[in-house]
T-cell receptor, first 114, second 113 residues
């Protein structure tokens, strides 16, 4: 099993550009989520999905869109990048998203918006 | 909004010393997890505690969940350079819907040989 994979590893964008961060898992997990990590702020939930076709907003959803057409994939779209979106982005998955499930994190995407 | 306050934010110690990291909230959590993160990688789960007062041990690491399920601590005995990393606590709110986790700010631990 590859676990949770994310691409790209690094990305530099100009303000106003759009892009999609890719996330895939091969563990047949129902629950997938996106976090951003900023210095001194831990991880903050952007969007999450409890299964294919179902998504919902987390703590900091503005400026980001998601969709979940398959169990395996959960892409994160930045519609019009802003410098405030400079961060490290982590995708995570767990079996069902219960309070005791283990969350498996991808290696992260480091995004810089100029 | 539920918050998890983690302290200290930075900790630099010598090999062999003991240390404790704290994770506190005014809210009740149905479970609390501790993760460790290495530079350039995603967090990796160390332990999950569920019951108030629960204590779990993982080699030299001891995790405790407060009786009221509002706080937790991580104690490392005889720290080693290999323990260096970012330690994160994460709580599942008692109203938990959709697997949401609330993360603390993290503790950056550096253990010098």
């Amino acid at each position: 099993n590859a676990g949770v994979t994310q691409t790209p590893k690094f990305q530099v964008l100009k303000t106003g550009q759009s892009m999609t961060l890719q996330c895939a898992q091969d563990m047949n997990h129902e629950y997938m989520s996106w976090y951003r990590q900023d210095p001194g702020m831990g991880l903050r939930l952007i969007h999450y999905s409890v299964g294919a076709g179902i998504t919902d907003q987390g703590e900091v959803p503005n400026g980001y869109n998601v969709s979940r057409s398959t169990t395996e994939d959960f892409p994160l779209r930045l519609l019009s990048a802003a410098p405030s979106q400079t961060s490290v982005y982590f995708c995570a998955s767990s079996l069902r998203g219960t309070s005791t499930d283990t969350q498996y994190f991808g290696p992260g995407t480091r995004l810089t918006v100029l | 909004t539920q918050l998890l306050e983690q302290s200290p934010q930075f900790l630099s110690i010598q090999e062999g010393e003991n240390l404790t990291v704290y994770c506190n909230s005014s809210s009740v959590f149905s479970s609390l997890q501790w993760y460790r993160q290495e530079p350039g990688e995603g967090p990796v789960l160390l332990v999950t505690v569920v019951t108030g007062g629960e204590v779990k041990k993982l080699k030299r690491l001891t995790f405790q969940f407060g009786d009221a399920r509002k706080d937790s601590s991580l104690h490392i005995t005889a720290a080693q350079p290999g323990d260096t990393g970012l330690y994160l606590c994460a709580g599942a709110p008692s109203y938990n819907q959709g697997g949401k986790l609330i993360f603390g700010q993290g503790t950056e631990l550096s253990v010098k040989p």
